[in-house]
């Protein structure tokens, strides 16, 4: 999934994404590119 797909995501299913990216053990790139889209989320949300 590349990043613009991943700002076209609502936070529940950025979270299911997630969930998944750890559970399947998917690579570190991936799981950091979610994180960081997750930290994106919450700083343009509380600023």
Same mark, same amino acid.
């Given at each position: /999934?590349d990043?613009? @797909?991943?700002? #076209?995501?609502s936070?529940k #299913? =950025? /979270? @299911?994404?997630? !969930?998944?990216? *750890?559970? #399947? !053990?998917?690579?570190?790139? $991936?799981?950091? /590119? =979610? *994180?960081?889209? /997750? %930290? !994106? !989320?919450?700083?343009? @949300? $509380? %600023?």
């Amino acid at each position: /999934m590349d990043p613009i @797909t991943l700002k #076209q995501l609502s936070n529940k #299913q =950025l /979270m @299911t994404v997630w !969930r998944h990216a *750890k559970k #399947q !053990r998917h690579s570190e790139e $991936y799981i950091a /590119m =979610l *994180k960081k889209e /997750m %930290k !994106r !989320r919450v700083i343009v @949300t $509380y %600023k």
